[in-house]
């Protein structure tokens, strides 16, 4: 998932909460799956959501 797919993703699902009626929601952030190669890239990445 992108930056930007998850950034609409999480407006998507807050403001879904929101309707609902929902006031507090808990937001896990991860890496997600990652493939040896991949592990230096993802060294650098630390917070991309910051709302």
């Known amino acids: ?16 909460r929101w309707s609902r009626g929902d006031r507090t929601v808990l937001v896990i952030t991860g890496k997600g799956a990652r493939t040896d190669d991949d ?13």
């Open 1 to 16: 998932m992108t930056q930007a797919e998850a950034r609409s993703a999480l407006h998507r699902y807050l403001h879904a």
């Open 39 to 51: 592990y230096i890239a993802a060294m650098s990445e630390r917070g991309i959501l910051r709302t």
